[in-house]
């Protein structure tokens, strides 16, 4: 009985690390867990964008130049993308993508990425809904054959 009780406490001691080990780790993948679900599909970055009618970078290869067609208020208003070479030929091979939101109220309003439409003018065109006023934020996604080669965002107050 002795040598049971020796064995069992060696043995609980040898598996004392593990236990504590496994209970750490459950703790870690908790925590990413959460912090996956709060930020849902918002796990990318959109550093913020020199403000609408400025030159913005994309990749090497192009810039864009972003608008709306009136300053945003209640209601819908129109973002305009206008896609160039470095050039500066316009270009109208890229697919661009917005989201819009307001930063304070995640989830509340966030319209998802939605496709921008290409006019006949070959400008990108997008209406969001600016439902209510406060902090809004639209994150611009640009993709190339695919393969996203920009994301940005711009904030502004309604
Ligand atoms: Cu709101």
Not at 47 to 55: A, D, H, N, T
Not at 62 to 75: C, H, S, V
Not at 91 to 115: C, F, Y
Not at 131 to 137: I, Q
Request: proline share 6%; with cysteine; charged share 25%.
């Amino acid at each position: 009985m002795r040598c049971f009780i020796l064995t069992f406490g060696v043995l609980s001691l040898l598996c004392l690390p593990f236990v504590a080990e496994s209970q750490q780790d459950h703790k870690s993948k908790h925590s990413v867990d959460v912090a996956a679900a709060s930020g849902a599909e918002k796990m990318s970055v959109y550093p913020s964008m020199p403000g609408p009618g400025k030159k913005v970078p994309v990749g090497n290869e192009y810039y864009l130049i972003y608008g709306f067609d009136k300053k945003p208020k209640l209601g819908t208003v129109i973002i305009k993308v206008e896609v160039f070479t470095t050039e500066g030929k316009k270009d109208t091979s890229l697919e661009v993508k917005a989201d819009a939101g307001m930063p304070s109220m995640r989830g509340a309003h966030d319209s998802g990425d939605r496709p921008f439409k290409l006019s006949n003018k070959g400008d990108y065109l997008l209406p969001i809904s600016i439902v209510m006023p406060g902090d809004w934020e639209i994150r611009l996604t640009v993709l190339k054959e695919g393969k996203v080669i920009f994301r940005g965002s711009h904030q502004f107050d309604v």
